[in-house]
């Protein structure tokens, strides 16, 4: 349940309730999810967006879209679970044929030490012998000694759902603006800021942490579910995705170039072949990296300044966190529900 209060006359913010119109900037994960639920309460919603309808330009598109809050429960803190396992309500409500097949984390025998530690700091797995791991991913068969099976986890492909979310949300009656930049403070009515890093303006606590990828394709190799291998630095991962390509993610660097480094595309590609040596023999396909909006303690909110909200700071969790985040801003909007630990009122 949400740790939540009301906003009461006089002692805190009161909500912007009515029918005024709303305009949502960004149609990233984040801003997507926050025009679609506000469309279908029946608002009048704009969604604005600097980009063109393919979102090269945003960082959901570089994404792994791992709805993964167990896993992620070794580096972060509770407030991400407690969203994204409400996220995964909203994913299975509103797209269910949303992919929830688990997810696997895997260890070679020299970083067994670390799959205890992740093992540990973790819940919602089982563990597989050689076995039942060979049973659930056949092309794993003699890879690993054992493995850790999250079985409620999902994971959705940036570049299909994105898309479908856009769509979703003109069918429920919003307008979608393409090629369309919007700066907060130049609109009237509720204003929904969701744009990302570029949010800098406003938020001037925001950072960009590069996150790298390498996309390949291979027929040798067949997955059902994101594989988590532990590593030293980066939990690196291989997704699979549709026509026989895989991604392969993802380094997290204090970085904001966007390129891709030889020493992360070498850890990239050496973590896939860990995973299956067929994987040598697999086309790359493409090398890219998107910058995750992050605030300095790396978890989101809500920031409320009267009719101008700002969603941000998402972080490695988009995907993972955005319903949720929707719902809470709905939740303020039309009822005044206030949720502590991610709203912040100016
Ligand atoms: C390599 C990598 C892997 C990741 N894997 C996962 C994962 O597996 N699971 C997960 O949950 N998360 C993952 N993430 C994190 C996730 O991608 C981010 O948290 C999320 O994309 C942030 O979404 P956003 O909507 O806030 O920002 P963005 O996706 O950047 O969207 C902001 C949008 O605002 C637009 N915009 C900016 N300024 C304006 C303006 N003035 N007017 C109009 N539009 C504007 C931009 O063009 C952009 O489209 C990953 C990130 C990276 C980089």
Redesign the pocket.
Known sequence: MYQSSYAQRGQGPVAPRGESSVSV???????AWQALLFAQAGRAVTL????GAT?T????Y??????APWCEAETSEPVISRLGIRSLDLWREHFPHTSFNGSLVVAHPRDRADFERFARLTTGHRRLDARALSELEPSLDGRFRDGLFYADEGHVEPRRVLPDLHERFAAAGGTIKFN????PDDIDGIVID?????ARDTQPGLRGVK???ILIETDEVELSRPVRLIHPRWPLYVIPRGGNRFML??TSIESEDNGVSVRSALELLGAAYAVHPAFAEARIVEFG?????AFPDNLPRIAIDNQKIAV?G????????APALAELTLGYVQRGVIDNEVMQCA
Not at 62 to 67: I, P
Request: include cysteine.
């Open positions: 900037i960004g149609a990233g994960i984040a801003g604005h967006e600097r980009s979102m330009e945003s960082t959901s570089w994404a792994g879209g791992m709805l369309s930049e919007a700066t969701c744009r990302g890093l570029a996150g790298e990828i993610g993802a990296s998107g910058l995750r909006p941000n998402l972080y490695r969790h988009g995907f993972l966190l």
